[in-house]
């Protein structure tokens, strides 16, 4: 065997050895669920939902968070299962400017899907998220998505992010600063993650 060919026998073995390598990495990341690519994925949609994804991506892509079409179908699942108009049910976000700002007040499908996809493109900013798989950076999203009215910036200034017990106490704070006899849904982040598997 001349130099050249063992030369490439032992270019080749080391190749083939970091290839083996890489995919041992990847085993074992995978059994322990970080994967640095994996993304989580809705669950238990209705087909009145999953008629919407390929909307949900588009918009998602539109606005700079592709990495997110899951978690908005989640969302979507859990404001309206797809059976309303309005599937988002955000009507009242101030990226509304089509249609009244008042509950319902959307009567267009796909710009439901257009202002919802914007306002929770806002609310990840507002809640510092980083990355889909940012789990306390998701919540306090989640939660902003259903509150609005900065609940994010509060409950980082306060508490430093997102509790279900902060969102109990900003809820009642809105409630009697409004004279409202409730004010969103304290648990939405909760109701949500039982459509989304991290």
Known sequence: MTRDARRRQIHIRIGLAGVAAFLAILVVCGSMGILPFQRGRAVNLTESVL??????????????????SQVVLAIMQQESAG??????????????????????????????????VETFAYCLEEADCSSVRDRDGL????QNYNFGNSYATWAQE??????????????QM??????????????YVQHVLRYYDF
């Open 51 to 68: 008629q919407y994804e390929p909307a949900v991506s588009a918009y998602c892509e539109e606005y700079g968070i592709p990495a997110y």
């Open 83 to 116: 059976q309303v108009v309005d599937v988002m049910q955000c009507s009242e976000s101030p990226f509304n400017e089509l249609y009244p700002q008042t509950p319902g007040g959307i009567q267009d499908t796909d710009y439901s899907i257009q202002v919802g």
């Open 139 to 142: 919540m306090l999203a989640l």
């Open 158 to 171: 306060n508490y430093g992010g997102y509790s279900p017990e902060n969102a109990l106490e900003f809820s």
């Open 174 to 187: 809105m409630q009697t600063r409004l004279g409202w006899s409730q004010y969103g849904d304290p648990e």
